[in-house]
């Protein structure tokens, strides 16, 4: 029997609707190339080619019908449309992933993907010596390692993006659970063959000379100012030279002869051993940081609690 819409009152009228089917890689996909930023970095973030990365995109456009991604110029920026799918795609993925755990501790073994956001520091020089043995251990895992300013970890965690960070200092009411790991020292240093690389120098007199500083957001410059504050000088007051993103741009600035640097021993050791910079001796002053690993407040995957893990025994061992 055929019933037509004639005399059928408006609220019994059923409109016939195409159903929509997205996969879960083409969500991945997606929110890959929103945090990564661009579809080559995209790419290489999910060990595939460019040319899949940008058919999945299109892809997934086709089938919701919309545009997601304004490719109008260089920078990837999210159309309307983008924006209202990006929450639900990570809820989606996030859900899927989280079925993958349960099923997964049925067996006992840790799979899945793990997003390790990690701040300039220990990005460098203590997250990527154990990666190697983590992967032995756990060779389902799949690790994804991208690097923040430490407010950029902490929102890579907060909003989901990351599993489990790890940076330098403790960011004030983020909505996230950090845990003490190891501790760094934060040294002066200076030019070889500089007046300051002879006798004990208080924070006052290197006040006085040109510095070399990180970036705002950055924990070493975090530690660096309070302890500055706390002998009684404004940071704000230094004579600045440069500001720079990274440990080791500091460093080859210092190396170049530009002013005095605050940096993490963990940055300056091997080049202290090299002579290409000498350590100021602030005295009985020492400061010390601890670095922290960075996890959401609700229940982390199995896989970051497997890294924080293993963080600590290959650390601390």
């Known amino acids: 029997m055929v019933v037509s819409g004639r005399g059928v009152p408006a609220a019994c009228r ?3 609707r195409k159903a929509v ?8 996909t997606f929110l890959a190339v929103v945090d990564c930023g661009s579809f080559s970095e995209a790419a290489k973030a999910l060990g595939i080619s460019q040319p899949a990365v940008t058919m999945q995109i299109q892809s ?8 997601l991604i304004d490719r109008s110029y260089r920078r990837v920026d999210l159309t309307e449309a983008g924006a209202v ?7 989606s993925t996030a859900e899927v992933q989280a079925a993958r755990d349960e ?3 049925l067996s006992g073994e840790v799979t899945g993907a793990l997003a390790i956001a990690a701040s300039s520091t220990p990005g460098s020089y203590v997250v990527p010596r154990v990666l190697g043995s983590f992967a032995a251990a756990y060779p389902a895992v799949d690790v994804v390692l991208t690097s923040h300013d430490t407010a950029g970890v902490v929102d890579a965690v907060e909003s989901g993006r990351a599993h489990v960070g790890v940076c330098g200092a403790i960011v004030k009411g983020a909505k996230v659970v950090f845990e003490p790991l190891i501790t760094d020292e934060v040294v002066a240093i200076c030019p070889p063959g500089s007046p300051l690389a002879t006798g004990r120098v208080g924070l006052a007199r290197l006040a006085e000379e040109d510095w070399v500083i990180r970036e705002r957001g950055s924990g070493t410059r975090q530690v660096a ?3 500055l504050v706390a002998a009684g000088i404004d940071p ?5 030279a440069a500001q720079l993103g990274t440990g080791e741009g500091v460093l080859c600035a210092i190396e170049g002869g530009l002013g005095v640097a605050m940096l993490s021993l963990l940055v300056a050791e091997k080049a202290l051993a090299l002579g290409t910079v000498s350590r100021v001796d602030l005295g009985d002053t020492r400061i010390l940081r601890p670095l922290f690993t960075v996890l959401p ?4 995957t199995r896989a970051a609690m497997a890294f924080q893990s293993h963080l600590h025994v290959e650390l601390e061992g």
Not at 85 to 91: H, I, K, S, V
Not at 297 to 300: D, E, F, L, S
Request: glycine share 8%.
């Open 225 to 227: 100012e309070a302890e």
């Open 85 to 91: 799918l990006e929450p639900y795609a990570r809820r």
């Open 14 to 16: 059923i409109r016939s």
């Open 21 to 28: 089917y997205v996969n879960i890689s083409q969500l991945r």
């Open 236 to 240: 704000g007051r230094l004579r600045v």
């Open 60 to 67: 997934l456009e086709a089938d919701l019908g919309v545009t």
């Open 297 to 300: 407040k609700g229940t982390p």
């Open 103 to 105: 099923l997964a501790a």
